[in-house]
């Protein structure tokens, strides 16, 4: 089933790839005060980012707001940064290259704006006593039902514009995202989640198109084969599962962001692409939350990790980043 999105996403990489370079525009935005003042309204009123780390440096940002746009194409990028050297232009331009493809393959028909805050603020993981929140962890946000996209972590930023970009999907976001409480409290009890954490299954289902997007365009771009990308994709995934399973000692699982989906659930999925990218789209809910408790393999994780920890670690042990190739 691979072979199929590999094939559709380079037969539009081929078809597009030159409309792209030879239309796109790289300029100074003309309006960046409003873009600035409504982008700091965003990030004071967001529950994913309500800090003042992200206030205080688009405050640093007044006089470099970069727009990068195709004339008569309803996508545009918008990048705060303070500095931004010439090859982070170059990976702007592929990653809105990737965002065009996947606009056109979904039949996509709204504006889109994607405002990116590269701030190199880390993420990091919460103290022992402490559970995840999304100071920790998130790096973005959107409203499926607008017209904006906003990035404000450095980190991994390619991959969390996927992200993002794929809430606007319907046929993948809304079809999950609505999930009944018997649903949900069937996945909390197989899985030993809190009655308190609201648990959303479905931005595990988002997290796994973003990396499998993520992998096939690197795939095609730099001429590498997908199987070796995902393989390597789902031992570092491997890896990420037992160091959160450590630090919640195996015990019940609480959080105030979306730990357990992003990570959890996208592995799942990752582990077992094959089989998942045969269900059909819009997804049934029943047969979703089945494939997730039937496919889930805790000892098989963890004995596989134990047997060979250093198979995993391809990034610091410290690192809490949801991908291993989600920086190309």
Same mark, same amino acid.
């Given at each position: 089933?691979?072979?199929?999105?590999? @094939?559709?996403?380079?037969?539009?990489?081929?078809?597009?790839?030159n409309?792209?370079?030879?239309?796109?525009?790289?300029? $100074?935005?003309?309006?960046?005060?409003?873009?600035?003042?409504?982008?700091?309204? !965003?990030?004071? $009123?967001?529950k994913?980012?309500?800090?003042?780390?992200?206030?205080d440096?688009?405050?640093?940002c007044?006089?470099?707001?970069?727009?990068i746009?195709?004339?008569?194409?309803?996508i545009k990028?918008f990048i705060?940064?303070?500095?931004?050297?010439f090859?982070?232009?170059?990976k702007?331009?592929?990653?809105y290259?990737?965002?065009?493809?996947?606009y056109k393959?979904?039949?996509?028909?709204?504006?889109?704006?994607?405002?990116?805050l590269?701030?190199?603020?880390k993420?990091?993981m919460p103290n022992?006593?402490?559970?995840?929140?999304?100071i920790?962890?998130n790096g973005g946000?959107?409203?499926?039902n607008?017209?904006?996209?906003y990035?404000?972590?450095?980190? !991994?930023?390619?991959k969390?514009?996927?992200?993002?970009?794929?809430?606007?999907?319907?046929?993948?976001?809304d079809?999950?995202?609505?999930l009944?409480?018997?649903?949900i409290?069937?996945?909390?009890?197989?899985?030993?989640?809190?009655?308190t954490?609201?648990?959303?299954?479905?931005e595990?289902?988002?997290?796994?198109w973003?990396?499998?997007? $993520?992998?096939l365009?690197l795939s095609? !771009?730099?001429?590498?084969?997908?199987k070796?990308l995902?393989?390597?994709e789902?031992?570092?995934?491997?890896?990420?599962?037992?160091?959160?399973?450590?630090?919640?000692k195996?015990k019940?699982?609480n959080?105030?962001? $979306?730990?357990?989906?992003y990570f959890?659930?996208?592995?799942?999925?990752?582990?077992?692409?094959?089989?998942?990218? @045969?269900l !059909?789209l819009?997804?049934?809910?029943?047969?979703?939350?089945?494939?997730?408790?039937?496919?889930?393999?805790k000892?098989?994780?963890?004995?596989?990790?134990?047997?060979n920890?250093?198979?995993?670690?391809?990034?610091?042990?410290k690192?809490?980043?949801?991908?291993?190739?989600?920086?190309?």
């Amino acid at each position: 089933m691979s072979k199929y999105y590999i @094939k559709n996403i380079k037969k539009n990489y081929v078809y597009y790839d030159n409309y792209i370079t030879n239309n796109i525009i790289i300029e $100074n935005a003309d309006n960046k005060y409003n873009l600035i003042q409504n982008f700091t309204y !965003e990030l004071q $009123n967001s529950k994913f980012s309500n800090n003042s780390v992200y206030t205080d440096y688009i405050e640093k940002c007044s006089n470099y707001v970069i727009a990068i746009y195709i004339k008569d194409i309803p996508i545009k990028f918008f990048i705060y940064s303070k500095k931004l050297p010439f090859n982070e232009l170059i990976k702007l331009t592929k990653l809105y290259k990737r965002i065009f493809i996947l606009y056109k393959l979904y039949n996509l028909n709204k504006v889109l704006n994607f405002h990116l805050l590269l701030c190199p603020f880390k993420r990091f993981m919460p103290n022992s006593n402490n559970h995840f929140d999304s100071i920790n962890i998130n790096g973005g946000f959107t409203y499926p039902n607008g017209n904006n996209i906003y990035i404000y972590r450095y980190d !991994e930023y390619s991959k969390v514009v996927l992200h993002e970009f794929i809430h606007h999907i319907s046929i993948i976001n809304d079809s999950i995202f609505m999930l009944n409480n018997y649903n949900i409290n069937k996945l909390k009890t197989f899985f030993n989640i809190s009655n308190t954490t609201n648990l959303l299954p479905g931005e595990g289902v988002v997290e796994f198109w973003a990396c499998f997007y $993520n992998l096939l365009f690197l795939s095609v !771009e730099y001429c590498l084969p997908f199987k070796t990308l995902i393989k390597k994709e789902t031992l570092f995934a491997i890896n990420q599962y037992n160091k959160l399973r450590k630090f919640n000692k195996y015990k019940l699982w609480n959080e105030k962001t $979306n730990v357990f989906s992003y990570f959890i659930i996208k592995l799942i999925l990752l582990y077992n692409y094959e089989k998942f990218l @045969k269900l !059909e789209l819009p997804y049934n809910h029943d047969t979703f939350i089945n494939f997730i408790m039937n496919n889930y393999k805790k000892n098989f994780f963890i004995n596989l990790y134990n047997r060979n920890p250093d198979k995993f670690t391809y990034k610091s042990k410290k690192s809490i980043d949801f991908m291993l190739f989600s920086s190309f």
